[in-house]
């Protein structure tokens, strides 16, 4: 089955500094990565996600990159504010129902 | 438009006792996921329902049972909890199956003592 790695842990950075977090996976079958965004003690919200069919995608400060060939897939966020602070997590979706999340990386901007 | 809602929001059980938990879906989406998230870990999938029927499992036992209703809402029962059942449970719907777009509600975060 689909298993997907998600680096670093932890990312602290300073604000307006940018960041970029790193997932692979491994089902060359998967087609759809979003990414999403838990604050503490509250829902996963969906940020941005990405089909196969393209290789990058951008939503103002976040952007997504996907490389089928080396099935790895990345965020980034540009002029990181305290806000951008909380736990995120990418995952993959294979078909056959679910998602697969990463395990998470808890972001921490300072001002 | 009415997103994901879930009740209750907390609960406390004991070992060994029955849990339901309730999700109704966004307006327009008849398709729902149940997700698992132990705390520091990413949601894992348990079950999916579609048309009232299960679409789909996780690696859960049998002790987690669902129901779809007519109005796309949902359960989750839990029987025989265990101390490890002690998580957020995240009730997601999507507007067709097969697509991967997932809108999650807030949750239910049951403790088991």
């Known amino acids: 089955g689909e298993n997907v790695e998600q680096h670093p842990s932890t990312l602290s950075v300073q604000e307006g500094d940018s960041a970029v977090i790193k997932c692979t996976y491994s089902?060359?079958?998967?087609?759809?990565f979003p990414w999403y965004k838990q604050e503490l003690g509250k829902r996963p919200q969906l940020i941005i996600d990405?089909?196969?069919?393209?290789g990058e995608k951008k939503d103002q400060r976040i952007a997504v990159t996907l490389n089928k060939t080396a099935k790895h897939f990345s965020l980034h966020i540009t002029e990181t504010q305290p806000e951008d602070s909380a736990v995120y997590f990418c995952?993959?979706?294979?078909?056959?129902?679910?998602?697969?999340f990463g395990t998470g990386t808890r972001l921490l901007v300072s001002p | 438009e009415t997103g994901v809602t879930q009740s209750p929001t907390h609960l406390i059980k004991t070992r060994g006792q029955q849990v339901t938990l309730r999700c109704s879906s966004q307006?327009?989406?008849?398709?729902v996921s149940w997700y698992q998230q132990a705390l520091g870990q990413g949601p894992q999938f348990i079950f999916q329902?579609?048309?009232?029927?299960?679409?789909g499992r996780g690696n859960f036992p049998p002790r987690f049972s669902g129901l779809q209703f007519p109005n796309y809402s949902s359960e989750l029962n839990v029987n025989a909890l265990e101390l490890d059942d002690s998580a957020l449970y995240l009730c997601?719907?999507?507007?067709?199956?097969?697509?991967?777009?997932?809108?999650f509600g807030e949750g239910s975060r049951l403790t088991v003592l």
């Open positions: 997601a719907s999507s507007p067709a199956t097969g697509t991967g777009e997932l809108f």
């Open positions: 089902d060359s079958a998967s087609n759809y």
């Open positions: 990405i089909r196969s069919n393209v």
């Open positions: 995952a993959a979706w294979a078909g056959f129902q679910k998602l697969v």
């Open positions: 307006s327009g989406h008849n398709t």
């Open positions: 329902y579609y048309r009232e029927e299960e679409n």
